[in-house]
Every structure is written in C-alpha cells, then in structure tokens.
C-alpha cells in the first residue's frame, strides 16, 4: 500500500510540470505575437504618416473682392459748338493739340454780322437824332405855353389857344418817350448784334485737349435750333473710371472702398484709388422709366485717378477690383486643403506634428480666390494633411493615430495594451 500510494503522487507532481512548462510556452508565444503585431502597426503608421501629403500655413493677405468691368473716361468732356449760323473760315486746332481757356478754335464768316452790328448802330444814331429833334419841339411847345399863359392873363387871346399850347406840349413830351422806347430797343439790338459778331471767334471754355474735330475748315453750320459741335475738349490729367457692378455685389459696394485696376495693354501694371459714388439706377432709366428685367441690371460706380502721363486714354478697358474686407498677416490656408463642414457646421482638419497626428477644429474668416483666413484652430507653421487616400481617416472618424488632448489609452510609440490571460 505505501509502494502504491508513493507512485501516484510521483504521477501527479509529473503532470504539474508538464501543465506549467505548456502555460508558459502558451504566454511566451502570445508575448511574441503581440510584440510583432505592435511592430508592424508602428511601421505600418509611420508609412502611413509619411505618405500623407501636407499644407503648410502661411501668413498672408486676404482680400474680400468685387470684380467689375470698367470704361475709362475723361473727367471734364466739352462738346465746343457755334452759337450763330454761317461757315468756318479758319479752324486753328488739331486732335491733340492743348489750348488753354479764352484761345481762338475757330473762325466763322463774320459778313453778315458785321453788317447786321452796322444797320444797328446806324438805327441807333437815327433815334438819337430823332430824340434831339423831339427836344427842341418840346422846348418850343414850352415857349408857346408860356406865351399863351401871358396872353391869357391879360385876356389878350382866347382860353381855346391856351389848351391848344397847352397840349401840344404834352404830345410833344410823349413823342420823347416813345422815342426814349425806341432808343433802347435799338441799344439792345446793338448788343445783340455785337454779340453774334462775338460769336463767330469760337474759343475754348476750358483748358483741356482737343479729342475731336466734328465740323471742320469750309463746313457751314447752322445754329438756328442746335448748336453745332465743331470740337470737343477734355481734360485728361485726371480720368475717371466707370465700372459696372451687378445687382448681386452692389449691396456690398459703398463710397470710401479702395479700387484698383488694370489695362488690357498692362495686365501687371495696377492703377489704385478710392470708389467716388454708385448711381442710383441703372444707365438704362435714361432711355426708359421702367428697367428692362429681361437683361442684366448693372449699376455704374465712379472714381478718379490722376494721369500725369496721360497714359490713361478715353475709352479704354478696365479690370476693376473693389476691396471690401482685407485681412493681413493672418494664417491662412489654401482653399483647396479645407475639409468639408460637418452636420454642425465645424470643419475638422488633420495637423501633422513630430508625435502623431492631430485632430483640430478650424474657424474659418474672409476668402478670396486662392485661400482663406484662419481664425481659430491653426497657426503659421501648421502641416495640415490634405491626403484623401482611404487610409486616412474620415470625416468625423477619430483615425488610429489621432492625438487627443486630455485622452487616455496608449500613444504613438508604445505597445498596445495586453489583455489579461
């Protein structure tokens, strides 16, 4: 029985070991397992990272725009006419010739008026010697009166030849004033002779240049309801610039905005001023009360800029740019690299820093063409993922390597966790 019992024990210690020796052998080859998993999630992460293409932020500029197209103009166009009939004998400019206010343009035939100034003059002359005739009835009247006054007293004449004296003086004076009348019309006639005589010197109201010859040497104008055009002056050293800016942007437009521009000609050369005024309606309301509906409505908005080199022609085309919010030196981002807004409205973009990656939420400020403002979220230096490969992470799907502030469980760079055996 001893023999017996001894070998059974014997029995079960061998059977103890060899349980424990396969225990450890399980654990020591989950230990591997996990080790080599927790490697190639490393290295698969690393790659991962490393294929990722990045955005950095940059400081710039933003500039909220409108974009019109404009029409250079002069700022003072005036149309030169004739204001009395006949034809130009002598024109004394040429399209780009400067003049300055009061010089001589043209001259038309001035027969005609000289001779209408010398038929007023000469009825004038005649009135006034009507006048001094008129005078000397009066004087005479005045004596005959005077002489019946006398005789009268003395009852020498009859009280009839007194009131006959007596109103031939008064008829007398009245042909003065009729005469007076008459000398005045004639005097205005006079002027007004001399003032067409005066107007066939047509001179230049203003200083400016010619831009354009309507009627030249030889034509014969006719000013009895219009006056012709003969030239048209203006002055260029200060043009203006008319863009038309669209029903959709002119709410947003105002007087005090800064404007720039370029030519066709010069693409790279901008030209920079302040938005003068809008009108208030459209260039169509000139034509017709009601505004066409049926075509783009358009409002025209004005400003000024010097041209002392007068490169700046009537007529040209202008790319105009409004300014209407500006940002500077402020991070900003590419549009091209921002994420689509979530259902609440946030935009989440990834950032790439030396320990993983990074999910933030970004505020978004002014856009232009190219780029936009960063008002929250992101700063100058940022790398911000812009890879759309499925291995990256979706929207709104932490990705396995996203570092979280105030979060728990095991970072980039450490073993995952073990689970218990």
């Known amino acids: 029985m001893r023999l017996t019992t001894f070998y059974l024990h014997d029995n079960v210690q061998g059977s103890s070991v060899t349980y424990l020796k396969s225990k450890i052998a399980a654990l020591a080859g989950l230990i591997v397992i996990a080790g080599l998993g927790w490697l190639y999630l490393g290295q698969s992460q690393g790659q991962e990272t490393a294929q990722r293409s990045t955005v950095k932020v940059t400081t710039g500029t933003v500039r909220e725009t409108v974009l019109a197209t404009g ?17 130009i004998e002598a024109l004394n400019v040429q399209v780009g010739d400067d003049v300055a206010a009061g010089d001589t343009i043209a001259q038309i035939d001035s ?13 004038l002359a005649q009135l006034n010697a009507e006048i001094v ?22 009852r020498l004449s009859a009280t009839s030849d007194l009131e006959t004296a007596q109103a031939a003086l008064s008829v007398a004076q009245a042909q003065l004033v009729s005469l007076d009348a008459q000398k005045s019309r004639a005097q205005i006639e006079v002027s007004s002779a001399e003032l067409d005589l ?26 009895a309801q219009d006056a012709p055009t003969i030239v048209k002056l203006a002055q260029l050293n200060e043009m203006q610039v008319k863009a038309e800016i669209s029903e959709a942007d002119v709410i947003h437009v105002a007087p005090g905005q800064a404007v ?11 030209f920079d001023a302040v938005l003068d005024r809008i009108e208030p309606a459209p260039s169509s309301i000139k034509d017709d009360d009601e505004i066409d509906t049926d075509s783009a409505i358009y409002y025209n908005a004005r400003f ?6 007068r490169l700046l022609r009537i007529g040209m085309s202008a790319d105009v740019t409004i300014t209407l919010n500006l940002a500077e030196n402020v991070p900003v981002l590419p549009l091209s690299a921002l994420p689509k807004a979530g259902p609440d409205g946030r935009m989440m973009v990834l950032v790439a820093s030396g320990d993983g990656v990074q999910r933030r939420f970004i505020e978004i400020g002014l856009r232009d063409a190219t780029q936009a403002q960063i008002l929250s979220g992101l ?43």
């Open 304 to 309: 000024s800029v010097d041209n002392p080199d």
């Open 379 to 421: 700063s100058a230096g940022d790398d911000v993922i812009v890879d759309s490969s499925p291995s990256a992470a979706p929207s709104g799907t932490p990705p396995t390597n996203i570092k979280r502030s105030g979060g728990t469980g095991g970072g980039r760079g450490s073993p995952p966790p073990m689970m218990g055996l």
């Open 71 to 87: 029409l250079i103009e002069a700022q003072n166009l005036v149309s030169v006419g004739a204001r009395t009939s006949g034809q």
């Open 260 to 270: 720039s521009f370029s030519l066709l000609g010069a693409p790279d050369m901008a």
């Open 111 to 123: 027969l005609e008026q000289q001779n209408a100034v010398a038929q007023a003059k000469a009825d």
């Open 198 to 223: 005066d107007r066939t010197k047509i001179t230049a109201p203003i200083d400016g240049t010619v831009v354009a010859v309507v009627n030249g040497e030889g034509t014969t104008v006719n000013a």
């Open 133 to 154: 005739a008129q005078n000397a009835e009066i004087r005479q009247a005045q004596l005959d009166l005077t002489r019946q006054e006398g005789l009268n007293e003395k």
